[in-house]
């Protein structure tokens, strides 16, 4: 199977403060690109997509950066509140091959 | 909105039987079905793309015959462990892309979480 992760690496950030998460995409072929949100025991919840001829997207306090050149993908959170403790995965879609592919996954965790 | 359900949610299981996982989409038809597996502390790992009418397509490394997978219809596809092992004890998702009118989107299940004992 694809995706195997490693244990999850940790972004820790204070309440109110900007969150940005990153993500390194694995396939230049890749056109599509979704972040996810995952709460403890349930399903990921869709967030902000992008696609691949565009280097930016804003959504309601989310922004999706992609940078084709170094194959980069990253979220940025504003004003960061207690709802947004979760992982976060970014997952990208291979052209032509039509199945979305999971990366490692980042833990955000908001100090009061 | 579009809903993906699954059920059960939780399930527990002896080992050596088998268990079968329901994937249904509430209000929208859906060729393609996507089967995830996900390990505590891990990324979801793509299983098996499940198409309508045909025969999956599964990814390297996971078992056809162990993992059965069906999709009669186009609301409805199954997942099947087949003689089921603790190590097969995961949280297992799946997605459907919905390609109707909202175009290319896919939704996620809520998960099932499957105990072998």
């Known amino acids: 199977g694809e995706s195997v992760g490693l244990h999850l690496p940790t972004l820790s950030v204070q309440e109110g403060d900007n969150s940005i998460i990153n993500c390194a995409y694995s396939?230049?072929?890749?056109?599509?690109f979704i972040w996810y949100k995952q709460e403890s025991g349930k399903g990921p919840q869709f967030i902000i997509d992008i696609r691949s001829n565009m280097d930016k997207r804003q959504g309601q306090r989310v922004t999706v950066l992609l940078n084709k050149t170094v194959k980069h993908l990253s979220l940025q959170i504003a004003a960061t509140q207690p709802g947004d403790s979760a992982v976060y995965f970014c997952?990208?879609?291979?052209?032509?091959?039509?199945?979305?592919?999971f990366g490692q996954g980042t833990r955000l965790t908001i100090n009061p | 909105g579009a809903v993906v359900s699954q059920h059960p949610s939780r399930v527990i299981c002896k080992s050596g039987t088998s268990v079968k996982i329901e994937c249904r989409s509430l209000?929208?038809?859906?060729?393609?079905m996507f089967w995830y597996r996900q390990f505590p502390k891990q990324s979801l790992m793509l299983m098996a793309t499940s198409n309508e009418g045909s025969k999956a397509t599964y990814e390297q490394g996971v078992e056809k015959d162990k993992f059965l997978i069906n999709h009669a219809s186009l609301t409805l596809s199954t997942l099947t462990v087949t003689s089921a092992h603790p190590e097969d004890s995961s949280f297992y998702i799946c997605s459907a892309r919905d390609t109707g009118y909202s175009g290319n989107t896919i939704y996620f299940g809520e998960g099932s979480w499957l105990t072998v004992v």
């Open positions: 997952a990208e879609m291979v052209q032509g091959a039509q199945k979305l592919v």
């Open positions: 396939n230049s072929a890749s056109d599509y």
């Open positions: 209000d929208f038809q859906a060729t393609t």
